[in-house]
Each structure stands twice: as structure tokens, then as C-alpha cells.
């Protein structure tokens, strides 16, 4: 019997997060999920709570020290980081937050959560994924290559960043037969969705939104075997909306 392989997931709690634990819970992996709420009981996989990290990734006190607690859990070997916390802030009534209205405490408060945790976690893991020969998954966004109707200015910088860093990453990982790779998920089907995304749709090549699961699998896809001589690429789920 094969060693049971291990993730680490951020952001778990809802939309693509939770159906990519759904996924590779159902594949057989042990999956640790870090959020920044408790472990909620209502979760339908196996060995939920002992699996879960609470953590405040705004946080980079928080963050680093969270470090030592998951390598307590994983004993060595780390086989796949996903790292797909992110937050999007809007303005009064649910505006986009721009580049002139978005104070300078937000600005930093996005970055810790979509940029800096990931490369945090990363570096601080990065024995255990060397050990495992394994894997990391970036979740940027559309938003990052192209001003988005609501995604604020800081949440599409943030992903654009992690773009660049996914590439960097891949660069500085590599030699140690880790992966590195992104995704860049379209109009899915959550709850960071906002009114007026219909319009979005209609205009989109393949006219529907994104089902999560869908997005579940491309990040499944990165962490398996077949997408072994795969690194520094950024897959865009969307329904082709970049075209």
C-alpha cells in the first residue's frame, strides 16, 4: 500500500476551496485545511477537524507561526500546497474598490492574504515538498490581466503579483523537483460573485459560468502524475473570457 498522500489547502471553507478538498478527499488524499475560521463540523469529509488550521493569513506574525504547526501534521512530506485564499474588499453598497478610493491598509491587508501567504507557506514547507517531490498550485484570477467591472484594484494587482511569483517560484523550486503552477479561474459559481456578473456571462464564448468543481479539477490535474513536466504555466478556467 502506497503512502497516503497530503495537501494543504488555504481558503477551504467555501467555492473552488471546498470543492477541491471534496476532490482529492475522494482521490484518497489526507487533506489539511487552513482557514480563518474554526473547523466547521457541517464539513462532509473525513477527519475534518484534527486536519484544520486556523489562521489568520492577513497576518504574516500569524502565518509564519502557523508554519510550525503544519509541520507538526505532516511528518515530513508534503505532496501538494494550494493556495488559493483570497479576499476582495468593495467599497459602500458593494462598489469596486479603485485605485484612487482603496486606502493604503487595504492595499496591504489584500496583499498578505493573496500574495505574501502564499510564498510564505511556500518557503516555510519547502522540505516537506521537496521531500514529496511536490507540488504547488497558485489560484490567480481573470482579474489579474485585465481590469475586471468588479474585482477591485488591489485584489487584481494581488493576483497579478502571484502570476509573476508563480513563474518565479517555478524558477527557484524547480531544483528541488517541486512544480510550480497557477490557475486563473473566469466567473465561477461562489459566493464572491457579484450582481451584475449575468452580464459577464452573456458575453462569454461559452455563455454559462463556472461550476467549481470544474476549476477543482484543473488543480487536481497540476498536482497529478500527468502533469509532471508541467511548471511555471498559469491555465486559464474560463470558459475562454481572455479570448
Request: hydrophobic content about 40%; glycine content about 10%; overall charge neutral.
Amino acid at each position: 500500500m502506497s503512502e497516503q498522500k497530503v495537501m494543504v489547502l488555504t481558503g477551504a471553507s467555501r467555492g473552488i476551496g471546498h470543492a477541491t478538498v471534496k476532490r482529492f478527499s475522494a482521490e484518497g488524499w489526507r487533506v489539511l485545511t487552513c482557514s480563518r475560521q474554526a473547523f466547521d463540523p457541517r464539513c462532509p469529509w473525513p477527519g475534518g477537524e484534527e486536519n484544520h488550521i486556523q489562521i489568520d493569513l492577513a497576518s504574516p506574525d500569524a502565518t509564519i507561526a502557523a508554519i510550525a504547526t503544519i509541520k507538526e501534521k505532516l511528518g515530513g512530506r508534503l505532496n501538494a500546497l494550494v493556495n488559493n485564499a483570497g479576499i476582495s474588499p468593495k467599497g459602500p453598497g458593494g462598489a469596486r474598490l479603485n485605485t484612487l478610493e482603496t486606502d493604503l491598509r487595504t492595499w496591504g491587508h489584500v496583499f498578505h492574504v493573496n500574495f505574501f501567504a502564499s510564498i510564505v507557506l511556500a518557503r516555510g514547507l519547502k522540505d516537506e515538498l521537496s521531500a514529496a517531490r511536490g507540488s504547488v498550485v497558485n489560484v490567480t484570477s481573470i482579474a489579474g490581466a485585465r481590469v475586471h467591472p468588479f474585482a477591485g484594484a488591489a485584489y487584481a494587482t494581488s493576483k497579478a503579483a502571484l502570476a509573476a511569483l508563480t513563474r518565479e517560484m517555478a524558477h527557484d523550486f524547480g531544483p528541488m523537483g517541486v512544480r510550480v503552477n497557477a490557475i486563473a479561474p473566469g466567473e465561477i459559481e461562489t459566493s464572491i460573485l457579484s450582481p451584475g456578473t449575468e452580464k459577464i456571462v452573456e458575453k462569454l464564448p461559452l455563455q454559462r459560468l463556472g461550476q467549481p468543481k470544474e476549476v477543482a479539477d484543473v488543480i487536481w490535474f497540476l498536482c497529478s502524475d500527468q502533469a509532471s513536466y508541467i511548471s511555471g504555466s498559469e491555465i486559464e478556467v474560463n470558459g475562454a473570457q481572455h479570448v
